[in-house]
């Protein structure tokens, strides 16, 4: 079973940026499409970002399209979401994830312990 963990979240201003991590254990981290999930206080978890195996299919969530970049190096086992032009309503725990390869909004086996990211206005 993969073993993911994230890092990078934290406290910034609106319209500021941050960098995601997720490490992945195990050898078979390019074999899964990877995803980034949310939960907001009081909110459902929430679909933010996949990408494919090889990186070059990539899914994003309206609220974050243009603003966030997922990509992955494989040869790292590493997945990342960059987040740029944040917004207060982007404060939320990051969940990094293998997601179903028939619906990418699904998470399938493992997904991490999380990280904050908190936006102030």
């Known amino acids: 079973q993969v073993r993911l963990v994230e890092s990078g979240g934290g406290l910034v201003q609106a319209g500021g940026s941050l960098r995601l991590s997720c490490a992945a254990s195990?050898?078979?981290?390019?074999?899964?499409?990877m995803g980034w999930f949310r939960q907001a206080p009081g909110k459902e978890r929430a679909f933010v970002a996949a990408?494919?195996?090889?990186?070059?299919?990539?899914s994003y969530a309206d609220s974050v399209r243009g603003r966030f970049s997922i990509s992955r190096n494989n040869a790292w086992n590493t997945l990342y979401l960059q987040m740029n032009s944040l917004k207060p309503e982007d404060t939320a725990v990051y969940y990094c994830?293998?997601?179903?390869?028939?619906?990418?909004?699904?998470?399938?086996?493992?997904w991490g312990q999380g990280t904050q990211v908190t936006v102030s206005s």
């Open positions: 990408i494919s195996e090889n990186g070059r299919i990539i």
């Open positions: 195990g050898r078979t981290f390019g074999s899964y499409a």
């Open positions: 994830a293998i997601v179903s390869p028939n619906n990418w909004h699904e998470i399938s086996g493992s």
